[in-house]
């Protein structure tokens, strides 16, 4: 089973520049989730989705773009990439919307530069 | 703030000794999870705890989910290098659908020397 997958691994990205991060599962999860890991903050919420069509945003979404069109992807978008988004970024499932134990993929470490 | 306080941030320790680890709050959860991470991975979940003064074992390692449902421990016997890698506590908030909306410590980066 291929789970969550994520791509690219590695990014590095000009200051201003935009770029997606993808995100698909096989998983037939309803629920999708996009999370930043930075050294001693554990991970923070950027966006989530409850299912196709239904986004909402998490603890830091400033600066981040989601949308659901289908239930197996949920990719992130950067508008203008800045040095504070250099982080590794990781995007997670679960199986029902009164379920929280989160299925991640293997993260997309990112600098901007 | 952090809402979710996770201690030690640091564990270095030799093998075969025992460890506890601490994920403690003001917030009440519906229910507190422990996941383990390796480099260039992403966490993989250890346990779930859902009732307030659970007790869930996992071979050598012992969670427990405190009476009033705001802390956890993780505690580890005879640790193996192979232990070695970071803790993270997360937990959902109590009251509502959680909708997934874990709130995650700051994690314990344990490394277990031969």
């Known amino acids: 089973n291929a789970g969550v997958t994520q791509t690219p691994k590695f990014q590095v990205l000009k200051t201003g520049q935009s770029m997606t991060l993808q995100c698909a599962q096989d998983?037939?999860?309803?629920?999708m989730s996009w999370y930043r890991q930075d050294p001693g903050m554990g991970l923070r919420l950027i966006h989530y989705?409850?299912?196709?069509?239904?986004?909402d945003q998490g603890e830091v979404p400033n600066g981040y773009n989601v949308s659901r069109s289908t239930t197996e992807d949920f990719p992130l978008r950067l508008l203008s990439a800045a040095p504070s988004q250099t982080s590794v970024y990781f995007c997670?499932?679960?199986?029902?919307?009164?379920?929280?134990?989160?299925?991640f993929g293997q993260g997309t470490r990112l600098t901007v530069v | 703030t952090q809402l979710l306080e996770q201690s030690p941030q640091f564990l270095s320790i030799q093998e075969g000794e025992n460890l506890t680890v601490y994920c403690n709050s003001s917030?009440?959860?519906?229910?507190l999870q422990w996941y383990r991470q390796e480099p260039g991975e992403g966490p993989v979940l250890l346990v779930t705890?859902?009732?307030?003064?659970e007790v869930k074992k996992l071979k050598r390692l012992t969670f427990q989910f405190g009476d009033a449902r705001k802390d956890s421990s993780l505690h580890i016997t005879a640790a193996q290098p192979g232990d070695t890698g970071l803790y993270l506590c997360?937990?959902?908030?109590?009251?509502?659908?959680?909708?997934?909306?874990?709130?995650f410590g700051q994690g314990t980066i344990l490394t277990v020397h031969p």
């Open positions: 705890v859902v009732t307030g003064g």
């Open positions: 997670a499932s679960s199986y029902y919307v009164l379920s929280t134990e989160a299925f």
């Open positions: 989705s409850v299912g196709a069509g239904i986004t």
């Open positions: 997360a937990g959902d908030r109590a009251g509502g659908t959680s909708y997934g909306k874990l709130t």
């Open positions: 917030s009440v959860f519906s229910s």
């Open positions: 998983m037939n999860h309803e629920y």
